[in-house]
C-alpha cells in the first residue's frame, strides 16, 4: 500500500531488504518488520528535477491525491509551519474492502540546499463526524531527497502501515511494491508542473 517509516515509527530497526520489483529505474524492495504481520517496502528512484521543483510538489499537500495511488482525499487540518502541516488523509480500497483513514502529520528537515528529509507519522487523533472507513492503526515514513547531479533528485522512501480491520495480511503484503511503484511513475509527470516553482523551504 503506501508510506514510509522513520524514526517516530517502527523502522527504527535492521531489515532484511528483499528485491521486490524492478521499472523504468525505479527498485522496490520489501522487509518483515518485527511484532508485525505487514511488510515494510523501500523505493529508490529518481526525478528529473531540482530538490526546489521536487519540494514544492511534496508540500503541495492537497494535490497529493492527484498523483499518490490509493490516496483518496487529504485535508490539511493545521499548518504548524512551512515545513510541518498535521492532516486528514483517507485510502481508497477495492469494494468490498471498506477504505482506510488517518490523521498524520508531516515535517520537512532541510540538510542543505542539495538534500532534504521528509518524515511522516501518525497522530493519536481522532475524527468527530461518523464513517464508515477503518482507523489505520500505524503509519509511519520517511523520504531523503537528495540533487547529487544538477537537475536530478534522487528519491529514497522507506515505508510501512497497518491497515487495521480484517484485511489479510498476506494480500497487503502481495501488492506491497505495486502502489509505491505507481506513485513515483505518476510523481515524475507531475513534477513537470513545479518545474519553475519556488519553494518557501528553500528561498
Avoid at 118 to 139: A, C, F, G, H, P
Avoid at 150 to 166: E, F, L, V, W
Avoid at 182 to 191: D, G, P, Q, T
Wanted: hydrophobic share 35%; net charge negative.
Amino acid at each position: 500500500m503506501f508510506f514510509c517509516l522513520s524514526a517516530n515509527g517502527a523502522l527504527a530497526q535492521e531489515y532484511q531488504w528483499e528485491h521486490g520489483k524492478s521499472s523504468e529505474g525505479i527498485i522496490v524492495w520489501t522487509s518483515k518488520i518485527e511484532n508485525s504481520s505487514f511488510k515494510a517496502y523501500k523505493l529508490e528512484g529518481t526525478l528529473d528535477a531540482s530538490l526546489k521543483s521536487t519540494l514544492a510538489l511534496l508540500t503541495d499537500l492537497e494535490k497529493m491525491p492527484e498523483w499518490y495511488d490509493r490516496v483518496s482525499k487529504l485535508k490539511i487540518l493545521d499548518q504548524i509551519s512551512p515545513n510541518e502541516a498535521k492532516y486528514y488523509l483517507e485510502i481508497g480500497l477495492p469494494w468490498p474492502v471498506r477504505d482506510r483513514y488517518a490523521i498524520a502529520q508531516c515535517k520537512f528537515n532541510i540538510v542543505h540546499d542539495k538534500k532534504a528529509v521528509l518524515d511522516v507519522w501518525l497522530v493519536d487523533e481522532d475524527i468527530e463526524e461518523k464513517t464508515r472507513n477503518v482507523k489505520m492503526s500505524q503509519l509511519s515514513s520517511q523520504w531523503i531527497l537528495e540533487e547529487k547531479t544538477p537537475g536530478i533528485t534522487t528519491i529514497i522512501q522507506t515505508g510501512h502501515m497497518d491497515p487495521a480491520g480484517s484485511i489479510p495480511a498476506w494480500l497487503t503484503n502481495r501488492g506491497i511494491t505495486e502502489s509505491p511503484m505507481k506513485s513515483m511513475k505518476e510523481m515524475r509527470i507531475r513534477v513537470r508542473d513545479y518545474l519553475n516553482s519556488s519553494s518557501p523551504l528553500l528561498d
